[in-house]
T-cell receptor
Framework: AQSVTQPDIHITVSEGASLELRCNYS??????LFWYVQSPGQGLQLLLK??????LVQGIKGFEAEFKRSQSSFTLRKPSVHWSDAAEYFC???????????FGTGTRLQVFP | KAGVTQTPRYLIKTRGQQVTLSCSPI?????VSWYQQTPGQGLQFLFE???????NKGNFPGRFSGRQFSNSRSEMNVSTLELGDSALYLC???????????????FGAGSRLTVL
């Protein structure tokens, strides 16, 4: 069965520090991977996706993610965090031609000034 | 262009009642899906509609149902509400074609349902 694991429930960083959020997936076929962000009281906003090709993908708001098939991982990074990045981040895996996503449990990011 | 619009944004019901939530997708999107978000279970897929047909369904009881209209707007209904149905219900839309892989979803802000 497909599954997504985000091992860090809560991460706290200082503004300006770098950020790395981990995600591991279990999926038999070609994984279609996503990172979404959710601010309080809001829906989910797509940060970036990986379908194929270059294993380093660029997203919005200065985020990037690295796909490593050998480790079944999809790691989200940002070189310098801003206070506005405080939110919950979700990793998800999808299937071809369907809206069904399997989400991880999320990582709540807190940013200190 | 306008995003995914969900109504109502907030609602309170009592156990045993039923509720209908509405979702208007992005113009041109033919696929609509619904997700339930709770603190305990996280984000869970409910169902997906494409061209008025249910294409995929999650593991939820039959009290949860949905439909899609010819203009791609969708509704979901929950009958005989239980306390555990309190959640944020998120609607998402996509082109639904999956030409390059999985569908890319745009989510609405959600409908927060509280069951008392």
């Amino acid at each position: 069965a497909q599954s997504v694991t985000q091992p860090d429930i809560h991460i706290t960083v200082s503004e300006g520090a770098s950020l790395e959020l981990r995600c591991n997936y279990s999926y038999g076929a070609t994984p279609y991977l996503f990172w979404y962000v959710q601010s309080p009281g809001q829906g989910l906003q797509l940060l970036l996706k990986y379908f194929s090709g270059d294993t380093l993908v660029q997203g919005i708001k200065g985020f990037e993610a690295e796909f490593k098939r050998s480790q079944s991982s999809f790691t989200l990074r940002k070189p310098s965090v801003h206070w506005s990045d405080a939110a919950e981040y979700f990793c998800a895996v999808g299937e071809r031609n369907t809206d069904k996503l399997i989400f991880g449990t999320g990582t709540r990011l807190q940013v200190f000034p | 262009k306008a995003g995914v619009t969900q109504t109502p944004r907030y609602l309170i019901k009592t156990r045993g009642q039923q509720v209908t939530l509405s979702c208007s997708p992005i113009s041109g999107h033919r696929s609509v899906s619904w997700y339930q978000q709770t603190p305990g279970q996280g984000l869970q897929f409910l169902f997906e509609y494409f061209s008025e047909t249910q294409r995929n369904k999650g593991n939820f009881p039959g009290r949860f149902s949905g439909r899609q209209f010819s203009n791609s707007r969708s509704e979901m209904n929950v009958s005989t509400l239980e306390l555990g149905d309190s959640a944020l219900y998120l609607c998402a839309s996509s082109l639904g074609l999956g030409d390059s892989g999985a569908n890319v979803l745009t989510f609405g802000a959600g409908s927060r349902l509280t069951v008392l």
